[in-house]
Structure formats: structure tokens, C-alpha cells
């Protein structure tokens, strides 16, 4: 097994956890929040694929799904289309609403363009420098382990919700 095939092995894991989260789900069911603080399934799963998008494009040198293929005008959100979530408010996260088939059919396209990256990556990209920013500067390797790090939490708290839901229905 290649790095490559470990890493998108861990995508496709991800994929798996975002349609077990979301599958079936009314749109009232994805904008449910347990508190008025707390993130909705919606805002997990745009939140989480918008980091994937933007982080994966950035390092791929491709313009994002969300503008290129026209997620951003589909969705119809009352937001900048630069904006991925980081910083979002309780009344951000209220903004972000869509059906379960949207939400899946933008992760889905960012999937296969994340796999389309990371299956031709080889052991010697891994150490590129992809972002000075920070101290020390994050490699390729870093940058994509964290997308799956963030992209696991994010949609293993989207299950949990849906559990509360599935269990209070």
C-alpha cells in the first residue's frame, strides 16, 4: 500500500461517516441544534466539506468545487463565497440550511476531486512546503492529515447529533 492509497482509504472513511450522518434525513432533522449555542448537521457537514474544498484546491493549485462547479449558487446561502466556517456565530450557523441531497452531492464532488489530488501524490510530495504562515511551515503530509483529522470530528459530531434525534423522534 502506497501513502497515497492510505490517504484516500481515510477519505473514503470520511465519505462513509457524512452519508451515514446525513442519509434520510429532513431538512428540519439537518437545521436541528440540541442548544441555541450548538452547530446544526447542516453547518457540520457544509462546514467540514467547505475545509476539504478550500484546504485541498489550495495544495492541489485548482479552483475550489464550491465556485467552479457552482455549488456556491445552489446553495443559495446568504453568505460570502469565500466563507468556510471558521469563526462562524450561533447566527451563522443558523444561515446554513440545505437538504440532504445537496449537502451530499457538494461533499460527493469535493470527494472525488480530493481523490482525484491525493491518488497521484508519491512519498517525495509529502514533505513540500505548502504553507509558511506558520512556524514551523506546514508540508503537504500535515495539510491533508488535518483536513482528515477535522473532517473525522466534524462528522462524528453530525452522527451524534443525529443519534439525539433518531433517539427523541
Known amino acids: 500500500m502506497t501513502s497515497a492509497d492510505v490517504l484516500a482509504d481515510a477519505y473514503g472513511r470520511i465519505q462513509e461517516v457524512v452519508h451515514e450522518a446525513v442519509d434520510g434525513l429532513t431538512e428540519d432533522h439537518l437545521a436541528y441544534r440540541i442548544d441555541p449555542g450548538a452547530n446544526s448537521i447542516a453547518w457540520l457537514i457544509w ?5 476539504q474544498d478550500d484546504h485541498v484546491a489550495d495544495v492541489a493549485g485548482v479552483e475550489q468545487v464550491w465556485t467552479a462547479q457552482g455549488w456556491y449558487h ?3 446561502l446568504p453568505i460570502d ?3 468556510i466556517g471558521y469563526g462562524d456565530r ?7 440550511q440545505a437538504p ?3 449537502l451530499l452531492g457538494y461533499y460527493d464532488a469535493v470527494h472525488e476531486q480530493t481523490l482525484r489530488f491525493v491518488r497521484g501524490i508519491t512519498d517525495e510530495d509529502l ?3 505548502v504553507d509558511t504562515r506558520w512556524d514551523p511551515p506546514v508540508t503537504l503530509s500535515v495539510r491533508l492529515i488535518s483536513v482528515i483529522s477535522d473532517d473525522l470530528q466534524h462528522a ?3 452522527a451524534y447529533i ?6 427523541t423522534k
Open 47 to 51: 462546514h467540514l466539506t467547505r475545509v
Open 74 to 76: 445552489r446553495f443559495g
Open 81 to 83: 463565497r469565500r466563507t
Open 90 to 96: 450561533p447566527e451563522n450557523v443558523v444561515a446554513i
Open 100 to 102: 440532504a441531497d445537496l
Open 127 to 129: 514533505g513540500r512546503i
Open 156 to 158: 462524528g459530531q453530525a
Open 162 to 167: 443525529r443519534g439525539v434525534i433518531e433517539r
